[in-house]
Nanobody
Framework: QVQLVESGGGLVQPGGSLRLSCAVF????????YNWYRQAPGKERELAAR???????KYADSVKGRFTVSRDNAKNILYLEMGSLKPEDTAVYYC?????????????WGQGTQVTVSS
């Protein structure tokens, strides 16, 4: 079992920055990928950023160069640093941990946090 607890989020002006955090508890050894998803109103949930257990990162084209995903292995915290924010980044952001096929390919989700980019 894995539990994810998110913090951060809020209201920020266009061009501003924000950092999301996700504390990870439980069977961390089983996690293959750590992901940040987001879901804007009326849209499907989409993958914004990923960091693998080995530290390889991947970004959606829409956030590349503006967002940075990282992980503090000592504290078991996942981060998403968001910069040059745009109104279209407004969404509920969810952290996700996927265990991969060796551990049943389970998905665990954080509670979600609202990010609103508006002047």
């Amino acid at each position: 079992q894995v539990q994810l607890v998110e913090s951060g989020g809020g209201l920020v002006q266009p061009g501003g920055s924000l950092r999301l955090s996700c504390a990870v508890f439980g069977s961390i050894f089983s996690i293959n990928n750590y992901n940040w998803y987001r879901q804007a109103p009326g849209k499907e949930r989409e993958l914004a950023a990923r960091i693998t257990a080995s530290g390889i990162t991947k970004y959606a084209d829409s956030v590349k160069g503006r967002f940075t995903v990282s992980r503090d292995n000592a504290k078991n915290i996942l981060y998403l640093e968001m910069g040059s924010l745009k109104p279209e980044d407004t969404a509920v952001y969810y952290c996700n941990a996927n265990t991969g096929p060796a551990f049943g390919d389970y998905d665990y989700w954080g509670q979600g946090t609202q990010v609103t980019v508006s002047s």
